[in-house]
């Protein structure tokens, strides 16, 4: 078996990435004419530090027992997700104008085993940390080091499934193999987070016996630092919470809950696919 | 804020204008949401009544709980989902908070975007097993309406009662069937067509489509009784049984897989009283990503299908 392969690129090389699955992102979900672009583009630097450069992963194995697992635990973020696994060459960026349509691989909500690199079916909020126990456990119980990395939204966090894997995570010690990173853009699917329901994701982990580890979600070298602290050995789980903003890098998107599960129309695409092109500010 | 009669308009609009109708009427209404309100429209009534609405964030289970309190303390609480989370996430909750009190607890589910057409969402957000679940919890009725009209008058006649109930609601807009004279009543099924050969019994947005099958099925000289049965749970065992014997052969259609729903309830009535051969249209898989219009015709929930079930059925009449 050969070592496990990690990209290790630069953060400029990292950013390039980050624009192209940006723009992949917009014009999914403007072709399906629906999906989810808000939640989506929040957690474009968390993903794209991941894949590349702390994901054990091998695209061209993407059964490989030893990998890492990625859980996507808000399974709405499919064009973030999809994205992803083409540019990572898990399959053909041409699949990706599929998406949502009768007879693609790429369904609206992650459908394990329907395309290479989807590790669970989502869709259902709350369910990833369960699911990354199951598999902590097995690994552990096989004698391989693969972990397994939950990326969560905020909103998320109001369903009690979450807490009750949260402090199972330390009761069981898998916090050397179980991640959490927690999507903290504020927004969910009917307003802002603090007037739906208030959460304290960063208090709430530590509550629950987790180090947590805080970063500007948006600053590539932060979320890139961010994860590789949360790769070194520590005596508690770790739980990044990344402070992103909702629809980031599209200006009307940004902040905005309208575009939590709403497709740009062709003039907003066209702004959308400029705008990221210059990249953040 | 008095409700519209629109040509054409999905079940889900008319939950917000059943919840002003009770309320208007003088029924203590609490309506909770789990960070959906804008698709079952909840936030609609929320917009009128903030005392009387709240939302719990994505929390189907503590909805559950909060609602069967509130119950327990004399009010007609209303809660509303997706059909595919309500009951799918909060099912014991249902069971034991809900339908386990003597006589069950006065909660209301709403589980809105019934079914295959939520669309593009694919699998996880389409239920087919909503009224099985449903329909298993003893002191539930269960409903699902064809139009807004039958839908804004599910939600008055199911509030009006003290005993639980679920009613399914849709997202698509269909076409109206029924007027403001309109009469809905919980466990009374509604003839659409008089017919002598078979019965197609149907109920939701394959009320439509067996409409259109019995035209179909007139062309050829078939004679098709269309009956809408809205409530599945109590189940109305006399318009079956008056099927059976006048018709000899029946047809069941619904947006659900064919075990637990409309179709069992019918079978079990004619297995019961007057066995007559039966055919099935329903939704035996889970779905996928699509159109939700496409989705019709990819799981065959058509004309064309619900016509054939017809001609199956009544060739294994004796
Ligand atoms: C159990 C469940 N209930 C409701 C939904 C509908 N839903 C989809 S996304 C969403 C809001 C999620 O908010 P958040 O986790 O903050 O996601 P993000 O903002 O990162 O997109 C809701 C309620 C669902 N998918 N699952």
Known sequence: ?281 | MSAPTPTSAATREAYPFGLLDLVEAGVDVVAIDADLSVSTMGYQFGEKHPDRWMTVGVAEANMVGIAAGLAAAGKTAFIASFAAFLPGRCFDQLRTSVAQPKGGLNVKCVGSHGGITVGEDGMSAQAVEDLSLMTSLIPFDVIVPADFEEARQAIVAVGKTTRPAYVRTGRPKVPAIYGRDYRFEIGRSNKLREGSDVTLIACGILVEAAVKAADFLANEGISARVVNMATIKPIDREAVIAAARETGAIVTAEEHQTTGGLGSAVARVLAETIPAPMSFVGVDRYGTSGKWDELLGYFELTPARVAQAARDAIARKR
């Not at chain 1, 808000?74 to 990572?88: C, D, V």
């Open chain 1, 1 to 281: 078996m050969s070592s496990p392969t990690i990209a290790s690129v630069s953060v400029d090389e990292l950013r390039d990435i980050a624009k192209r699955v940006r723009a992949h992102i917009v014009r999914m979900v403007a072709a399906a004419q629906s999906g989810h672009p808000g939640g989506s583009l929040s957690a474009v630097e968390l993903g794209v530090s991941l894949f590349w450069n702390h994901l054990r992963c091998d695209p061209s194995r993407p059964d490989w027992p030893d990998r890492d697992r990625f859980l996507l635990s808000k399974g709405h973020a499919t064009p973030f997700y999809y994205s992803l696994l083409a540019e990572r060459g898990y399959f053909s960026t041409d699949l990706l104008s599929g998406f949502r349509t009768l007879g693609s691989p790429l369904q609206g909500h992650a459908s394990m085993n329907a395309a290479p690199g989807i590790e669970m079916s989502g869709g259902s909020l709350g369910q990833g940390l369960s699911f990354a126990i199951g598999q902590a456990k097995a690994a552990r119980m096989d004698g391989r080091d693969s972990r397994c990395w939950v990326l969560l939204g905020d909103g998320e966090l109001n369903e009690g499934q979450v807490w009750e894997a949260a402090m199972a995570v330390p009761h069981f010690g898998l916090g050397d193999r179980i991640i959490a990173m927690v999507d903290r853009n504020g927004i969910q699917n009917d307003g802002f987070a603090d007037t739906i329901m208030r959460t304290h994701p960063a208090d709430m982990f530590r509550g629950f016996g987790w180090q947590v580890i805080e970063c500007d979600g948006h600053d590539m070298a932060a979320v890139d630092q961010a994860l590789s602290e949360a790769e070194r050995p520590h005596e508690k789980p770790r739980c990044v919470v990344a402070y992103t903003i909702k629809g980031r890098g599209v200006s009307y998107m940004e902040n905005n809950p309208s575009f939590h599960g709403k497709a740009p129309n062709a003039d907003q695409l066209a702004t959308a696919i400029a705008e990221i092109e210059l990249g953040l500010k």
